[in-house]
């Protein structure tokens, strides 16, 4: 019997969003259906090559699609280049793809992998929700094969691209608008959590000496990544989207709540804020688990753990 979290993995990479498919694809508790590339650290078209290297990088083979190239309705906008490169993912050098991109979008690779799925499939989102509330608003049908949606995004305490909100949240507030309302539950990592699941450099010489062919590539990664991060004050480098993926096999690790999450899409000083009602003064039923904090330590030790599984494959 197949006892793996079927998932589609859907992401802007981005060196953080690679890292989580890096360890979602060591896992042995999920089995990955379908990869989906969107707009966000950069544009979809660089997204999509990024992900088709990743994917040749760990030995992924399965369907991969580009999303749209920007949000449903508002226009483009990607992270600037300081953060992840004007590749999207710069730092070394990676295989280039093996696998071509299928020849329909991304929303329409999701459908297809929902509709030939037995079981419900749990979508992990690491990007801007573009291509997951595209999927929802073209096929709501198909709602019910999804078991779970466990994003990157927001921050019930502040964010990151304002003070009120997450650049995932903030890049297409009406997507993640129609994800939160969509009565599919959401597990959402946002900034609480995510800001202390911080690499360090230390961490980073204990990734160098594994020595296999990923952990040669992840540590240049985290490099580039904690250089950007060390420079405007934090300790490390912070694992945003991994949280996304280690909340499905590792929940022992989090603190979790549930409440019920809304997104501001209008506000003049809050738009693309995720306000959560932590206290649950609106009597609403929760819609998401938000998660709220992190055993760090035991967080990168399972990440090290995962890695150190490429030496066994090559
Ligand atoms: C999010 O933005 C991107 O830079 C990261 O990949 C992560 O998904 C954090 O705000
Ligand atoms: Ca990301």
């Known amino acids: 019997m197949n006892n793996r979290i079927p998932i589609i993995l859907d992401a802007d990479p981005g060196h953080d969003d690679a890292i989580a498919w890096v360890v979602a694809n060591?896992?042995?508790r999920l089995e990955i259906l379908a990869c989906t590339a969107v707009n966000g650290n950069c544009n979809a078209y660089k997204a999509a090559y990024n992900a088709q290297r990743v994917?040749?990088?760990?030995?992924?083979d399965v369907p991969v699609a580009r999303g749209r190239n920007c949000?449903?309705?508002r226009p483009s906008l990607s992270a600037p280049a300081n953060i992840h490169g004007e590749s999207g993912l710069d730092g070394p050098a990676l295989p280039?793809?093996?696998?071509e991109l299928e020849k329909i979008s991304a929303a329409e690779l999701m459908a297809r992998t929902l509709r030939n799925s037995r079981e419900k499939v749990t979508i992990v989102a690491t990007g801007p929700l573009t291509n997951v509330g595209e999927l929802l608003l073209g096929y709501p049908e198909l709602k019910e094969k999804i078991a779970r949606i466990s994003i990157m995004g927001g921050g019930i305490k502040y964010g990151n691209w304002?003070?009120?909100?997450?650049?995932n949240i903030l890049i297409d507030p009406e997507a993640a608008d129609i994800v939160f309302n969509s009565g599919i539950h959401v597990i959402?990592?946002?900034l609480d959590v995510t800001e202390q699941a911080l690499v360090t450099p230390e961490d980073v010489e204990e990734i160098k000496q594994i020595g296999n062919p990923v952990s040669d590539i992840v540590w240049q990664w985290l490099e580039f990544f904690y250089r950007f991060h060390l420079s405007i004050g934090y300790k490390g480098a912070p694992m945003h989207d991994l949280c996304a993926v280690m909340a499905l096999i590792h929940p022992e690790v989090f603190e979790m709540k549930d409440m019920h999450v809304e997104i501001e899409t209008e506000g003049m000083y809050t738009d693309g804020k995720t306000i959560g009602d932590i206290y649950g003064i609106t009597g609403k039923p929760a819609n998401a688990t938000c998660i709220m904090g992190v055993d760090r330590k035991k967080f990168i030790d399972l990440m090290i753990d995962y890695i150190r599984y490429y030496s066994e494959v090559h």
């Open 26 to 28: 060591a896992s042995d």
């Open 96 to 99: 280039e793809p093996e696998r």
């Open 55 to 60: 994917m040749a990088l760990i030995g992924l």
């Open 71 to 73: 949000p449903l309705y």
């Open 188 to 190: 959402m990592s946002g």
């Open 162 to 167: 304002t003070p009120a909100a997450e650049f």
